[in-house]
Structures are given as C-alpha cells and as structure tokens.
Antibody, heavy 126, light 106 residues
Framework: QMQLVQSGAEVKKPGASVKVSCKAS????????MHWVRQAPGQGLEWMGI????????NYAQKLQGRVTMTRDTSTRTVYMELSSLRSEDTAVYYC???????????????????WGQGTLVTVSS | SNELTQPPSVSVSPGQTASITCSGD??????ACWYQQKPGQSPVLVIY???KRPSGIPERFSGSKSGNTATLTISGTQAMDEADYYC?????????FGGGTKVTVL
C-alpha cells in the first residue's frame, strides 16, 4: 500500500509562486499516475492535473494552463505541483492522489483517485 | 457540458437508506466513482466503476448508473456515514467532480 506524505502549510503573497511536494513510499513510485486536486475553504473538489511519474508527461486542467507545473523526481519518489501568479482565489487545501490500480498485473483507470495525501493548506494573502 | 450535478444536501434517519444522484450530459459514456469526505479529512474512494467497492468499504455502500445518472446508495445509514460525497467522471484527458452532497444523519 502506497503512503503519500505532503509538505507543510504555506502562506504566500499575491503574485508569488508556491511549490507543494508529495512523497510516496510503500509501492513502486513509477507505476502510478499522480493527480493534484484542490479544495477552497467550504467548497468542493477541483481537479488540477495529472503527471506520469514514469515519463514525466502531464495533463493540466484548462483553467490552470499556463500557471501550473507538475513535475517528479524519481530518485526521491516525489511529485511536485507549482502554481504561479497566486491570487486570493488560490487559497485552498491542495491534495496529491494516486491514480488507478493494478489487477492481475494490468493497470486500470489512471484517472481514478484511489489514494490521497493528507493535504497541504496554501493561503494567499497580502 | 462537462459538468456533474449533485443535490447539495440529503438528510436521512439512522438505519434508513440515503440515495445521492449525480447527473451529467455524457455520464452514460464514462465510468463514475464516488468519494466520501469527512470534516478535516482527505477524501476516500467508496465506489468505482459504478458499483465496485474498494477493500475496507462497508457493504452498505452501493452504486448504480442508468443513462446519464449515477447513484450512490447507503443502506442502513449510520451516524459515521455523515459526510460530504462527491461523484467523479473522466474522459481521455481530464477529470470532473460533482459539486458534492452533504449527507446529514438526523
């Protein structure tokens, strides 16, 4: 079973950037796609994008194109999400989530969020 | 439209059945899944591929889909089931979540 441990809370000023990390342990890191999902205070879940830890390819939500970058470091089993040009509306809890599952050796549904990190609160305030 | 629509809230008495719907124009062509989120906690997957339960999820949670509407059913609802529930669907390149439904066990 994979464990996902995220970095700590951040406070940023409008216009700045933030980089959140998500370290995986307990399972083969490069076998699973990884998602980033955020949740503004009192609001619902918003999908941000997905990264393939094996090849590094990414797919971002259209709304965040140009501001979000997702990367991975296979040596440390860590994925990163960087969001730039922060504004107050970006204040949220940011989650990483493992995508998909294996059954009889085959990988299914990478867009299914099967396991979640503990979340990282990012506050954007002047 | 790529949106998924859920009722904002559902109330249920302990031991009764709660049903939460999720509707979307193209949901009939996609797999639907459901997450449970309790206050201050990360979401937990409770139903995937419309009706499958991950290991550890109680049998009282079940799912179904008819046309463009997916339904999460909680049979014999317990106080511990009080939470927000989100449906999710995806296509080849993106994911969409429903707006969430708050289940209150009265």
């Amino acid at each position: 079973q994979m464990q996902l441990v995220q970095s700590g809370a951040e406070v940023k000023k409008p216009g700045a950037s933030v980089k959140v990390s998500c370290k995986a342990s307990g399972d083969t890191f490069t076998n699973y796609y990884m998602h980033w999902v955020r949740q503004a205070p009192g609001q619902g879940l918003e999908w941000m994008g997905i990264v393939n830890p094996s090849g590094g390819s990414t797919n971002y939500a259209q709304k965040l194109q140009g501001r979000v970058t997702m990367t991975r470091d296979t040596s440390t089993r860590t994925v990163y999400m960087e969001l730039s040009s922060l504004r107050s509306e970006d204040t949220a809890v940011y989650y990483c989530a493992r995508g998909g599952y294996y059954d009889s050796g085959s990988y299914y549904h990478p867009f299914l969020c099967t396991q979640w990190g503990q979340g990282t609160l990012v506050t954007v305030s002047s | 439209s790529n949106e998924l629509t859920q009722p904002p809230s559902v109330s249920v008495s302990p031991g009764q059945t709660a049903s939460i719907t999720c509707s979307g124009d193209k949901l009939g062509d996609k797999y639907a899944c459901w997450y449970q989120q309790k206050p201050g906690q990360s979401p937990v997957l409770v139903i995937y591929e419309e009706k499958k339960r991950p290991s550890g999820i109680p049998e009282r949670f079940s799912g179904s889909k008819s046309g463009n509407t997916a339904t999460l059913t909680i049979s014999g609802t317990q106080a511990m089931d009080e939470a927000d529930y989100y449906c999710q669907a995806w296509d080849s390149s993106s994911v969409v979540f429903g707006g969430g439904t708050k289940v209150t066990v009265l």
